[in-house]
């Protein structure tokens, strides 16, 4: 049976984490946990995995993550400055983890045209190159809305698999190799 895109970047990702002893958490929003499920499918992933809180309402983003309603109301949820706060949020309330990664992006429809398909993803460490917010902006391709989450969550675990790469190599650099 093959395996689809979403499967084979979760599997990719779960090798770096492990082969790197890094921990992970996430914020998601538009894709609703799938970046965590995906992961989740993985035996032994709950040694790198340390969890995924899905604010999908501007309200959990408030209270579990603590981003402000001033951000919110000023950038709107699907924005990279709020993108960057659940990063924060997420990162402070999981004090196991190193990488921080979060998602917001309108999966239509109904979006604002200059928003329709446009996911951000913010990478954030506790220490290295990541420790200011990376951000990635993308445009998603897919016309349905289960299909543009699919591929909104295969982008979020291959940008956590490069920053986790990245993470590495900083550790590396600065121990001497």
């Not at 970047?9 to 538009?30: I, P, Q, W």
């Not at 429809?109 to 200011?132: N, Q, Y």
Request: glycine share 8%; hydrophobic share 45%; charged share 20%.
């Amino acid at each position: 049976m093959t395996k689809s895109k979403l499967e084979l970047a979760a599997e990719r990702l779960a090798v770096v984490l492990e082969h790197h002893g890094l921990k992970v958490v996430f914020a998601e929003s538009c894709t609703g946990g799938l970046v965590s499920a995906a992961l989740a499918a993985i035996p032994g992933i709950s040694r790198w995995l340390c969890g995924s809180a899905v604010t999908y309402t501007e309200s959990a983003k408030i209270e579990w993550l603590g981003v402000s309603p001033a951000e919110l109301k000023q950038h709107s949820a699907v924005s990279a400055r709020v993108t960057r706060a659940m990063a924060a949020g997420v990162l402070s309330r999981a004090p196991e983890a190193e990488l921080a990664v979060a998602v917001t992006g309108h999966l239509g429809p109904a979006a604002p045209h200059e928003l329709d398909g446009v996911l951000f993803i913010v990478g954030l460490a506790r220490t290295g190159s990541l420790t200011e917010p990376t951000l990635h902006q993308s445009a998603l391709h897919s016309d349905s809305r289960p299909d543009r989450q699919v591929e909104a969550a295969t982008a979020v675990l291959n940008m956590a698999r490069i920053w986790a790469e990245r993470l590495r190599s900083d550790a590396d650099a600065s121990d001497g190799g």
